[in-house]
């Protein structure tokens, strides 16, 4: 292959392999996080990503589709991570790592979470087309919760003063909390996944919590 049918220093990339799908998702992570999703075309993924935009429609059909794929490339990670991590640890702990992770990715993610939020808040139209697949993951992670503090309390882990249903839903709803206030209230402010898991294990463990003088953290 000559200079001129390749771009120097570029990795050629096939037409429908995983290649092409990555750097598409790739691409189009960082315009819809930089520019917006309206402002975003397929033809300017496809410049960032180096493919035809024929190829973009090959692996996604809309750009609601493509979207979606995004938001599920982001948060994949995270689930691999807690699923690798998690047969080795007790349900209290398990309990305390998938609220690590929640904030693990708000804070590494900030900025296409709140473009997500956004998205979802001011067009209807988006948001219908989304909302099935952002519910499918908020109510897989609200059912590892309820199943994991319901074996907690089994095992006299967990508290037994709510049960696993209140008690998962009240933690979601601190934890969204948290989201936005980081988000949108107090985006100079570096969150703190520590004093939150600190918290939790407080409230629902019963564990003691105290602060620490120096940074103000709390502590289990």
């Known amino acids: 292959m000559s200079l001129s049918q390749a771009k120097v220093g570029a990795p050629e990339i ?38 035809s935009k024929a190829l973009i429609f090959w692996h996604f059909k809309t750009k609601e589709e493509l979207f979606v794929a995004v938001l599920n490339r982001l948060l994949e990670p995270y689930f691999i991570d807690f699923a690798e991590e998690a047969g080795a640890l007790d349900e209290r702990a398990q309990i305390q ?27 209807q139209h988006f948001a219908e087309g989304l909302s099935d697949q952002v519910l499918k993951l908020y109510s897989g992670y609200r059912a590892m919760l309820v199943e994991l ?3 907690g309390q089994e095992r006299n882990l967990c508290s037994r003063r709510f049960t696993a249903e209140a008690a998962a839903g009240f933690l979601l709803s ?7 206030e980081h988000l949108f209230m107090m985006q100079n402010r570096p969150l703190d996944p520590e004093s939150a898991v600190a918290m939790v294990a407080g409230w629902l463990f019963g564990e003691e919590i105290r602060t620490d003088n120096a940074g103000g953290k709390a502590v289990a």
């Open 14 to 51: 096939r037409p429908g392999s995983q290649d092409s799908r990555d750097e598409i998702l790739k691409a189009a992570m960082h315009l819809f996080a930089s520019r917006g999703f309206h402002e975003t075309s397929m033809s300017e993924v496809a410049r960032e990503a180096r493919v």
């Open 149 to 151: 503090i319901a074996r």
């Open 97 to 123: 790592k998938l609220v690590e992770f929640y904030l693990l990715f708000v804070r590494d993610n900030a900025s296409s979470v709140r473009f997500f939020i956004a998205q979802m808040l001011h067009d």
């Open 174 to 180: 601190a934890l969204n909390g948290i989201l936005i």
